[in-house]
């Protein structure tokens, strides 16, 4: 780890879940332009589908998600019933039942809602998509409020994936984070979900939370490890008060600064290869037996994915899908994306249509985030371009070439293991909305 470097990149930079990035969205594409999009899906290609809940019982402090917190269940029952109407309103559009290989829904806190209500729309989406026989089916789930009828639900309805939060296990960080969440009720959820039948599901982690240690942080990952996850993720808390008012709450002072979390993700990191976990990408660790692992690997709006399918179908307030000819986002209130829906219209607010060389440094973008190295060339020539249009890009990663965290063969890019940490900073010198350097925008890169 190059803690050396530490003050040289601390910069920020998007995490690459897309490109162009959600900043770059625009009010150019509308309602209009997604249905003329859905109507032009090829009905025999798979695609994908995620849905968002944007509620949860409780607010953690470290969120950046879209969500509110409730104890009412009716805005919830509502949302579900609009939720329904959205899946028929997007099918209809669409005109077939399209193949589903991914299902996922996020939030917020999925299971913030009734199970009677998951369970109805989950029979509309088999209704309204044809799932496939070796389709992943996943759902986000807060152990704190999973009900054992729930899980129950969960089996019934087909899910084979679960992602459970965790975030740290140590009393003192769940306090200074508003989460307190102790290892038994996560062994419960566990036991709630095996018991149904999930037996693939993931642990997500964080570091560089209020009061985290590099002790902390190793605890937190060989607990974690003892419950037998298929994956886990390590994500860098990004504390952006600015953005989400909530954050506020937390107290900066107890914050470790950029080389303290350096050492928080480099000690984890550590913790989970010995336990037998490889690495993926940035942030992620999977067991040698996950499909993760051997590939392809991809990445969308949930991370990395083995889903490489060209169209995600985004329902929901804040939802964002991906077709082949650009984004679309939804409406992130709630009651304008009701609104919406309610008029039998998508709640699509922004989104962008690909260029060409979108396209292409998208592709270059993806490789980089999934491998850690891409061939210029080879994907220039799929987009019929040469790679010459990249020179400025290979130009701007001279300084990271000299602090050996890159290197260059030819037109072969490759990340090294020091650099890896920097990867988002390697993407940015060929994210053309940033004219090849990270000028500010997104969470911290490192």
């Known amino acids: 780890m190059r803690y050396d470097l530490a003050a040289k990149y601390d910069l920020r930079a998007p995490r690459y879940t897309s490109y162009p990035t959600a900043p770059h969205f625009g009010p150019a594409v509308q309602a209009s332009t997604y249905r003329g999009w859905l109507r032009k899906l090829d009905p025999a290609e798979p695609v994908s589908l995620y849905l968002h809940v944007p509620f949860c019982r409780h607010l953690c402090w470290f969120c950046g998600c879209n969500t509110a917190a409730t104890r009412l269940e009716a805005p919830v029952a509502a949302y579900a019933a ?3 109407e959205e899946i028929d309103l997007v099918t209809d559009a669409v005109g077939a039942r399209l193949p589903l290989r991914h299902l996922h829904w996020g939030g917020g806190s999925p299971t913030r809602m009734a199970a009677a209500d998951m369970a109805t729309l989950m029979a509309q989406v088999a209704k309204r998509f044809a799932i496939q026989d070796d389709a992943e089916i996943a759902i986000e789930i807060d ?3 999973l009900a054992p009828e729930f899980a129950a639900m969960l089996g019934e309805a087909g899910f084979n994936r679960a992602s459970i939060g965790v ?4 009393p003192v960080v769940q306090r200074a984070i508003n989460r307190v969440q102790t290892v038994a009720i996560t062994a419960h959820a566990i036991d709630a979900l095996h018991a149904a039948g999930i037996s ?3 642990l997500d982690l964080m570091y560089g939370l209020p009061h985290q240690t590099e002790a902390s942080v190793v605890r937190t990952a ?13 994500f860098g808390y990004a504390h952006v008060p600015w953005m989400k008012r909530h954050q506020r709450l937390i107290d900066e002072s107890a914050l470790p600064g950029t080389i303290d979390r350096l050492r928080q993700f480099d000690a984890a990191r550590r913790a989970l290869e010995r336990g037998g976990y490889v690495m993926v990408g940035l942030d992620h660790f999977a067991h040698p037996s996950d499909p993760l692992v051997a590939g392809p690997r991809y990445r969308n709006f949930q991370g990395y994915t083995t889903d490489g399918a060209a169209t995600l179908i985004g329902v929901g307030a804040s939802a964002i899908g991906s077709l082949p000819q650009g984004y679309v986002q939804n409406a992130s209130e709630v009651p304008a994306w009701r609104k919406a829906i309610e008029s039998h219209q998508p709640a699509i607010v922004r989104g962008v249509a690909l260029s060409d060389d979108d396209r292409l440094r998208r592709a270059v973008i993806e490789r980089l985030m999934c491998d850690l190295a891409v061939d210029l060339d080879a994907v220039a020539r ?11 890009s290979i130009d701007a990663l001279a300084p990271l070439v000299e602090d050996g965290l890159v290197a260059i063969d030819g037109w072969r890019v490759t990340v090294s293991d020091d650099g890896r940490t ?3 900073l390697v993407c940015a010198a060929f994210d053309a909305y940033l004219a090849g350097a990270a000028q500010g925008q997104g969470s911290k890169a490192l």
């Open 82 to 84: 609009r939720l329904g």
């Open 143 to 145: 152990p704190r409020t």
């Open 167 to 170: 975030q740290d296990f140590d």
């Open 200 to 202: 693939d599901f993931n």
């Open 222 to 234: 060989e607990t974690a490890m003892a419950f037998g996850p298929s994956r886990i993720s390590l």
């Open 382 to 392: 799929r987009f019929f371009r040469d790679p010459e249009d990249l020179a400025p």
């Open 422 to 424: 920097f990867l988002r």
